[in-house]
C-alpha cells in the first residue's frame, strides 16, 4: 500500500473500531497524519483521559502507552512497534525508588512522566516538562525526590531552590546537546533566538534565550515568528522533528533545528505500516497490573490537578 491507501485504510479502521489515535509530536509528518490529536506528553495524557474510543491507539513510546492505559483503564491501548521504548524512562526502577525513599523518609516523590507504571507507583506526583517547575514549586517546602531526568531536575532545583535528591537518568537525545552545537548553529545561522527543551545540560540551558517544553517551544514560535523580520530566525533545541514541523508551518521564516543528531531513534518505531496493523489486528495490546495502575493513577491525577 503506498501512503495515500495506508492513510485512508487507517482512517476507515479507525471508525470501524471506534479508536482514537495519539501521536506525540516527535512522530514524523505522516504519522502526525493519521492522528486524532498530536502534542506533548501532558496534552495527550489529558486526551487519553477525557476520551470515549473503546482503543486508544498510542504512536509514541512505552511509558505514554501505559500512562494513557493508567487513566483509562476500560480502554483497550495499543502501541503499534513493540520497540518504541524510551530509554530514559527504562533508566529508573521502583526497586531503586524505593531504597532511595528509605534513605530520605519523608520525602516527596516527585516523577517526571517518562518512567515506567511500576515508579510512577511509587511517586506522589508526576510531572511533565510542561509543568516540572509549576510542581516542584508546589512542594518546595519538603525535601523531593525528583526522578529520572538529572537535567530537568537540576533545572526545577536552580529556579525553585528546592532541597532535592535527583536521580541519574537523562535523554540522549537532549543531553548530547553541547555548547559546540550552539557555537555552529549560531555562526551558521545568525541573528536567530535558541529556543531549548529542559531536558538539555545546564550549560546549554544557560545559552538559551527561552526554555520550555515541546508544547511550550511551538508556542513561542507561533506567537513571535511572525513579528521577526526577514534576517531573525529561531534554532530550536528539541528533537528535529519540532523545527522541520514548524518549517513546514512558515515556510517563509528562518527556523533550524540545534543540531541534526537530536533524533529519537524510538519515537522513529513507529510508521503508517505498522500504524495499520495495529489497528487491524489489534496490537501490541499495553496492561498495567491493577494494584500497580490504582498507585500511578493518584500521582498521575495529582498532577493533573496541581497543572
Ligand atoms: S526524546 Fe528522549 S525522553 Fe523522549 S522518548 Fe526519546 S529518548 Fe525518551
Not at 6 to 16: P, V
Not at 185 to 196: D, F, M, Q, Y
Not at 217 to 223: A, T
Request: overall charge negative; glycine content about 4%; some cysteine.
Amino acid at each position: 500500500m503506498d501512503r495515500d491507501e495506508l492513510l485512508k485504510n487507517i482512517a476507515e479502521l479507525k471508525r470501524k473500531k471506534n479508536a482514537v489515535i495519539l501521536a506525540h509530536s516527535y512522530q514524523d509528518e505522516d504519522v502526525r497524519l493519521a492522528a486524532d490529536f498530536v502534542g506533548d506528553s501532558l496534552e495527550l495524557s489529558k486526551k487519553a483521559a477525557g476520551t470515549d474510543a473503546d482503543i486508544i491507539v498510542f504512536c509514541g513510546v512505552d511509558f505514554m502507552a501505559e500512562s494513557a492505559k493508567i487513566l483509562s483503564p476500560d480502554k483497550k491501548v495499543l502501541l503499534p512497534s513493540r520497540e518504541a521504548a524510551c530509554p530514559m524512562a527504562g533508566m529508573a526502577d521502583a526497586e531503586g525508588l524505593r531504597e532511595l525513599k528509605k534513605k530520605h523518609p519523608g520525602a516527596v516523590v516527585i516523577t517526571y512522566i517518562n518512567s515506567p507504571a511500576e515508579v510512577k507507583a511509587e511517586s506522589d506526583c508526576i510531572c511533565t516538562s510542561s509543568n516540572a517547575v509549576k510542581i516542584v514549586e508546589h512542594y518546595k517546602n519538603k525535601k523531593i525526590i525528583f526522578a529520572p531526568d538529572k537535567n530537568l531536575g537540576a533545572y526545577c532545583q536552580a529556579l525553585t531552590g528546592a532541597d532535592m535528591v535527583i536521580w541519574n537518568g537523562w535523554c540522549y537525545v537532549h543531553d548530547e546537546f553541547s555548547l559546540g552545537d550552539i557555537y555552529i548553529a549560531k555562526h551558521e545561522h545568525p541573528n536567530c533566538i535558541l529556543l531549548v527543551h529542559p531536558e538539555a545540560p545546564a550549560d546549554v540551558l544557560e545559552q538559551a534565550d527561552f526554555i520550555g517544553s515541546t508544547t511550550q517551544i511551538i508556542k513561542f514560535v507561533e506567537e513571535n515568528i511572525e513579528e521577526m523580520n526577514e534576517s531573525a530566525g529561531v534554532i530550536i533545541g528539541t528533537e528535529v522533528e519540532i523545527a522541520k514541523m514548524l518549517q513546514l508551518r512558515f515556510p517563509h521564516k528562518r527556523i533550524y533545528p540545534l543540531a541534526d543528531h537530536a533524533v529519537c531513534l524510538q519515537m522513529k518505531k513507529t510508521t503508517l505500516e505498522n500504524l495499520y496493523n495495529s489497528l487491524l489486528n489489534e496490537e501490541f495490546e499495553i496492561n498495567v497490573p491493577e494494584d500497580v495502575r490504582i498507585k500511578a493513577a493518584a500521582a498521575l491525577n495529582k498532577m493533573l490537578e496541581l497543572s
